[in-house]
């Protein structure tokens, strides 16, 4: 009798399983034949494009209404500004961040704010846009800013600085001894946001570039969940994490080391007391003492929001100022302009007052946006603005890496790093952020966003005047590594050059 049950237990387990598999495959129309739905399976876009943004872009910016269906993954992907701002605010109840999101970056984000919706989205937002709207945490950031380019960013440059008489060409083409500025930047940036954060220092950034296994876990979790995001057949890797292999196993043991050092932070924070301590973590902890699974998660949420963001934003930046000069010869002068001459690096005030370094910063996260692309899901069946039907469910995508190359947005110079298009009369003068949603819009905009431009800015206005930063390779192009931020292939190889100021 037992043994019969059982196997009608397991043969209605399997038929229901196998109905669920076929109606979820239906779902994902696996058999659409167009164009585009081919080229992603079978990837034959890459005959012609580096990465999957560029192709992306390529089909944009020739769709008519600036929309497009990957039908076999249920992703619209949009770059019109029109639907950019129904998604994000007219009918924001409807596209949510959504089950499938949040259960592809569950295992890495948790309920991290980055991962949920409703009240735990709404509790933590308000934490955090108390704290990071505070005078004192801006001011609190912009120190720890200032301290971490003054004792760690510029000795390591200065230290692996090369000698001026080297001609440009042989700097450009000798690739053996160049310095990569994307591991720098991140450790940069991993040092500010803990300390910023948790009030923690894992001082990453030191002359001997110490390896770290926190870091590289970080990176391999964040690549894989996005790999995740953009499988073609989801049930695959569902299945590799049943059945703990291949890349799954992989994301599984770099979660394990993340936890580890997130566990040690917030019991040193708890240690230590944390009512008195300015940092994030110990501001949370006042309210969210309990349940270190959830600080745990807003630890790793802060950390992605920190650290790789600013990383790609500052990479972006020194890619397009090595191909630009004149931006650079502007940004030099106007830093020398403001700068007190009896101080060493410039202020808080200061950096504000400068309308040329604004400009530049803004413009190159146009063109090279650290988040390239985001989505949300379908609550019910709809109509975008261009006309185009959502069904319940649906994947709907903004694209701000297509939109910030589209010339029906920027103008026929769109490719073009040119902070001028950001000045009138030489002050700066803000975008309207549908059209350039590198920092999300409406509500659920980032709330870092003063914040990253502070910190990028400080970092360009203290490198530049000091330092020639040149990419080694002329023809360097970028080649993005899948990921949940946008990240560099090989990193960012580059020669720098003290310079005497
Ligand atoms: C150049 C740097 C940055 C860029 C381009 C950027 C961009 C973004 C984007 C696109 C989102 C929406 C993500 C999503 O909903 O999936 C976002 C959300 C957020 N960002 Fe940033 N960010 C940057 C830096 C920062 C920093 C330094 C912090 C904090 C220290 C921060 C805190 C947040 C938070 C808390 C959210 C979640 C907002 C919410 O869901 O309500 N960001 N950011």
């Known amino acids: 009798m037992a043994t019969s049950t059982g196997f009608l237990f397991f043969f209605f387990t399997f038929i229901f399983s196998l109905f669920s598999f076929l109606v979820f495959i239906s779902r994902m129309k ?80 948790g309920r991290g704010i980055f991962n949920v919706d409703g009240d735990s989205w709404k509790f933590q937002r308000k934490m955090a846009s108390f704290e990071l709207g505070s005078v004192a945490i801006r001011s609190y950031a912009f120190e720890t800013v200032i301290d971490e380019i003054k004792t760690r960013l510029i000795p390591v440059l200065a230290s692996k600085a090369h000698d001026k008489t080297e001609s440009l060409t042989e700097a450009e083409t000798e690739r053996s001894d160049a310095l990569d500025l994307q591991d720098i930047l991140r450790r940069f940036s991993f040092d500010v946001t803990c300390k910023f954060s948790f009030g923690t220092d894992p001082a990453c950034l030191l002359p001997s570039l110490p390896s770290s296994n926190f870091a590289e876990a970080f990176d391999l979790a964040s690549k894989i969940s996005a790999e995740r995001g953009i499988a073609a057949l989801p049930m695959i890797w569902k299945m590799k994490r049943f059945f703990k292999i291949g890349s799954e196993k992989k994301l599984s043991e770099a979660i394990n080391v993340i936890n580890d050092l997130a566990y ?31 600080l745990r998660d807003i630890v790793i949420s802060f ?118 298009r950001w000045l009138k009369d030489g002050i700066f003068m803000s975008e309207d952020l549908f059209k350039y949603p590198v920092f999300q819009a409406g509500s659920r905009v980032c709330l870092g966003k003063e914040l990253a431009l502070m910190n990028m800015k400080s970092v360009v206005a203290t490198l530049v005047p000091r330092f020639d930063i040149r990419l080694v390779g002329l023809d360097y192009e970028p080649r993005f590594v899948p990921g949940l931020t946008a990240s560099l292939r090989g990193g960012l190889p580059v020669k720098v050059y003290e310079r005497k100021c």
């Open 30 to 109: 696996p058999w659409c034949n167009c164009h585009t739905c081919r080229s992603y399976l079978t990837k034959s876009w890459t005959h012609t494009f580096t990465n999957l943004c560029d192709w992306f872009t390529h089909l944009l910016k020739n769709s008519p209404t600036g929309t497009i269906h990957v039908h076999l993954v249920g992703n619209i992907i949009t770059s019109n500004p029109d639907n950019v701002e129904y998604i994000l605010k007219t009918r924001f109840d409807n596209y949510p961040k959504g089950k499938p999101f949040s259960t592809i970056l569950n295992d890495f984000l």
């Open 264 to 294: 040690d932070i917030i019991k040193q924070r708890r240690e230590m007391g944390f009512a008195s301590k300015k940092d994030l973590l110990s501001r949370f902890m006042g309210s969210v003492n309990d349940d270190d699974k959830y």
């Open 303 to 420: 950390l992605l929001a920190g650290r790789d963001t600013v990383s790609a934003g500052l990479a972006g930046f020194f890619t397009l100022l090595s191909k630009y000069p004149k931006v650079e010869e502007l940004v030099r002068e106007e830093v020398n302009r403001f700068r007190n001459p009896v101080q060493e690096y410039p202020t808080f005030d200061e950096i504000r007052q400068m309308h040329y370094l604004n400009a530049a910063v803004h413009e190159s996260l146009r063109l090279f946006p650290p988040v390239q692309n985001d989505s949300k899901f379908a609550e019910d069946d709809d109509v975008l603005p261009d006309g185009t039907v959502v069904k319940k469910g649906n994947r709907v995508s903004y694209h701000p890496y297509a939109m910030g190359r589209m010339e029906k947005i920027w103008g026929p110079d769109c490719l073009e790093f040119k902070p001028e």
